[in-house]
T-cell receptor
C-alpha cells in the first residue's frame, strides 16, 4: 500500500519563502518527484530526489528524508507566477493530491 | 531534446461512443510511458503504464484500455464512454527501471475530454 499526503492549500506573500511538505508511505522507495501545475495545463517537472538531503535549483529547492518518509519543496523570493498547484509523486508515478499555492501581492 | 505529443487537445463525446487518444514521443528510445487522468480540481490518477512494446500494466479496473503498438506510441481507448470518463488525460514518458520512473518524467500537453 501507499499513501502520499500534502496540504490542500497554502497562501504566501510575494517575495516571501514558502515550504510545501509531502509525507509518504511506500513499500519500495525509488525516488521522489516534485511538479508544478498551472491551472488548465500539464504538470512540469521541477525536481527529483533519490538520496537524503537538499537539492537546489535556483529559487526552488527540494529536500528528502527517506527514514522519515518526508520531503519538502522550498520556494524562495516568491513571484505571482508561482501561484500553481505543486504535486509530490513517488518513483512508481503515484501522485499526491497536490498543494494549491496562492501568492498574494 | 525530448518532445511528447498528444491529440486531440479537446474532445467532446456522447455517452456510449468509442474513444481513442494518441500519444507519441520524440527524441528518446524505449521510454516508460504513462496515462493519467485528472478530474477537475483533483490529483492525477495513474491509469496505465508501459515499459515496452505490447507491455501494458493497468492500475485501475474500468472501461478503458491502453496499447503500445510502437516504441514511442501509446494509445488510450474505450469502447463505450461513461459520463465519469470526463477529465484531463495526460500522457507522460520517463526513464525508468521496470515500471518505476527515475530522474525525470515529462508530460504531454493533455487532452481535455468531456462526455455528455
Amino acid at each position: 500500500g501507499q499513501n502520499i499526503d500534502q496540504p490542500t492549500e497554502m497562501t504566501a506573500t510575494e517575495g516571501a519563502i514558502v515550504q510545501i511538505n509531502c509525507t509518504y508511505q511506500t513499500s519500495g522507495f525509488n525516488g521522489l518527484f516534485w511538479y508544478q501545475q498551472h491551472a488548465g495545463e500539464a504538470p512540469t517537472f521541477l525536481s527529483y530526489n533519490v538520496l537524503d538531503g537538499l537539492e537546489e535549483k535556483g529559487r526552488f529547492s527540494s529536500f528528502l528524508s527517506r527514514s522519515k518518509g518526508y520531503s519538502y519543496l522550498l520556494l524562495k523570493e516568491l513571484q505571482m507566477k508561482d501561484s500553481a498547484s505543486y504535486l509530490c509523486a513517488l518513483g512508481d508515478m503515484r501522485f499526491g493530491a497536490g498543494t494549491r499555492l496562492t501568492v498574494k501581492p | 531534446s525530448q518532445t511528447i505529443h498528444q491529440w486531440p487537445a479537446t474532445l467532446v463525446q456522447p455517452v456510449g461512443s468509442p474513444l481513442s487518444l494518441e500519444c507519441t514521443v520524440e527524441g528518446t528510445s524505449n521510454p516508460n510511458l504513462y496515462w493519467y487522468r485528472q478530474a477537475a480540481g483533483r490529483g492525477l490518477q495513474l491509469l496505465f503504464y508501459s515499459v515496452g512494446i505490447g507491455q501494458i500494466s493497468s492500475e485501475v479496473p474500468q472501461n478503458l484500455s491502453a496499447s503500445r503498438p510502437q516504441d514511442r506510441q501509446f494509445i488510450l481507448s474505450s469502447k463505450k464512454l461513461l459520463l465519469s470518463d470526463s477529465g484531463f488525460y495526460l500522457c507522460a514518458w520517463g526513464r525508468g527501471v521496470g515500471g518505476r520512473a527515475i530522474e525525470t518524467q515529462y508530460f504531454g500537453p493533455g487532452t481535455r475530454l468531456l462526455v455528455l
